[in-house]
């Protein structure tokens, strides 16, 4: 019977997803959780729940009730006491009220962060949930004000502006969720790493006690219809005890992940990236030199429109602009021959794609009088490129950051299948040429940089040191999204141990 009404459940989320459009189900967060998945958080908590308890179960994005339906057919019908859901669509909540009329659900069609928290009493013991993934881009500045001031109001977590909208989800669910009460949240793992997240690891680690994190593997993504790179996190209503341990696992299924390693939170409190775990150990407290000590490393410059302030050469024959006005820029990674770029006499890159960025400050009226035809071109640029908000915000519109030329640079965008493929490369170049923000740029700090000019030998076996890096060390600083896209933030590649280039700097020559 219940095997049942969760194939109609399953059509009906079809029927009912078919009905609108992938924007429109982004804008909510809707996708629902494959039945396994749901199944799998039903026998978890079965398992964690003492088990002479009765259930009172809250689902507060309850979509068509792939929890509730897992819950029916997972626990005896006679422990779960009550059920209630929030479902703020019509669209989903009306066919998911007919098709568990016969069941003793409450259902309420509306927004969950907006719903006032139950007495005490009427706090629930387990809490599954499956929180619409809306990026803070998607709410507004008075709806980011508004869940801030609830979120801390029902827990104490101050998000910053940069949480979505599954972390207000969690911090507000504290005041449903009954003291000794389990919850199972299915997120995204992005919290782990970033600064928005930050908050909610303390809630998790001071405030809750918090049982067990399991990450699935990015590549095999657990939603058919949406990019993201998600986790199962179960944690108790009540303070950790001392000497507490969190249970990482990773891949494979919540019943049989691939790899598993406990962590003792007092590791947690100190760790900013919990997604190492259970992959790597624990950090040992170390002295051993960072690639920040020889390199101030940013990100290549955003042009604001890459389209129109980056020309090839042809492009500026044809409408005779000014060479001086303009400097040498790579080409994006997969447009690079090789991971070494020679340079022309002349300094510019020895590519078959040669491109130009404009590098122009001077103000419109002297480029006018100067340069007439790069003057009729920035004309063609506006509106539309000059209004875009980099543009905007910079003084003249079209003046560039400035990004000299350095020979290290690191494409820092790619997949890897974990062990083969090297997703990160160093590019050694010899031109004169500045680089996009599709490369980080290493500019060498005064000891290195020094040793360079003294020993110009010495940048080949930089870069060689630089590739030789293991392709684990990178990965273990970088952050990985849906699809196994593996990024690596400036200060991510920072932090990656240096201690081959120590050894290099104070070698006799
Ligand atoms: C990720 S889906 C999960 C649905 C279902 N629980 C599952 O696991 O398949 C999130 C659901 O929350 C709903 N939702 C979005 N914002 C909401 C809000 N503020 N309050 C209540 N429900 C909301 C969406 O319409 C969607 O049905």
């Known amino acids: 019977m219940i095997a049942l009404l969760e194939q109609r459940r399953l059509a009906l989320q079809a029927l009912c997803d078919g009905e609108k459009t992938l924007k429109d189900r982004n804008r909510l967060g809707q996708f629902a959780t494959p039945t396994p998945l749901a199944a799998a958080l039903s026998r978890y908590a079965l398992e964690v729940l003492p088990p002479d308890r009765p259930v009172s179960f809250l689902d507060p994005a309850f979509g068509t009730g792939a929890f509730y339906s897992a819950l029916l057919r997972v626990f005896p019908p006679e422990r779960i006491e009550r059920a209630q859901g929030f479902e703020i669509d019509p669209h989903y909540e009306a066919p998911t009220r007919a098709l568990w009329q016969d069941h003793a659900l409450t259902l309420t069609l509306g927004d969950f962060t907006a719903a006032p928290p139950p007495d005490p009493a009427k706090r629930f013991n387990l809490i599954l949930c499956n929180p619409p993934y809306v990026r803070h881009h998607h709410l507004d500045r008075a709806q980011k004000a508004r869940l801030q001031r609830e979120s801390q109001r029902a827990s104490g977590v101050k998000l910053n502006g940069l949480a979505g909208l599954y972390c207000h989800f969690l911090a507000l669910s504290h005041a449903w969720l009954a003291n000794e009460g389990l919850a199972g949240w299915l997120i995204p793992s992005e919290f782990m790493d970033v600064n928005y997240g930050a908050p909610l690891k303390r809630y998790l680690l001071d405030q809750v006690e918090l049982l067990h994190i399991q990450r699935f593997d990015p590549a095999a993504g657990q939603f058919h219809d949406a990019l993201v790179s998600s986790a199962v996190l179960w944690f108790r209503k009540r303070p950790p005890a001392a000497g507490h341990r969190v249970h990482f696992s990773y891949g494979g299924t919540l019943a049989a992940p691939l790899e598993c390693l406990s962590i003792p939170s007092e590791t947690l409190q100190i760790e900013h990236k919990w997604t190492r ?51 040498p820029i790579l080409p994006g990674p997969r447009h690079l021959p090789g991971d070494e770029i020679e340079a022309y006499p002349d300094g510019s890159p020895k590519l078959d794609h040669r491109l130009f960025i404009l590098a122009c400050r001077q103000p419109e009226t002297e480029i006018e009088q100067k340069y007439p035809s790069l003057w009729t071109y920035l004309q063609s640029g506006k509106p539309s490129t000059s209004e875009r908000y980099l543009c905007r915000s910079r003084s003249p519109w079209y003046a560039q950051e400035n990004r000299p030329p350095t020979p290290f640079l690191c494409t820092y965008m790619g997949r890897s299948d974990g062990k083969r493929a090297r997703p990160f490369r160093f590019i050694l170049n010899h031109s004169q040429a500045t680089a996009a923000n599709v490369y980080l740029m290493l500019y060498p700090k005064p000891p290195l940089a020094h040793a360079l000019q003294q020993r110009p030998a010495l940048v080949k076996t930089v870069w060689s040191l630089l590739n030789d890096i293991e392709t684990s060390a990178l990965l273990g600083e970088g952050r990985v999204y849906g699809g196994g896209l593996h990024k690596l933030e400036p200060k991510e590649l920072a932090h990656v141990s240096a201690a081959a280039i120590e050894a290099l700097l104070y070698q006799r020559p």
């Open 277 to 327: 775990f259970p992959v790597f150990q624990p950090r040992i407290a170390c002295t051993t030199p960072k690639l920040s000590n020889f390199f101030n490393i940013r990100r290549g410059l955003a042009s604001g429109n890459n389209r129109f302030f980056i020309l090839s050469l042809a492009e500026m024959i044809e409408r005779n602009l000014p060479r001086e006005c303009f400097i």
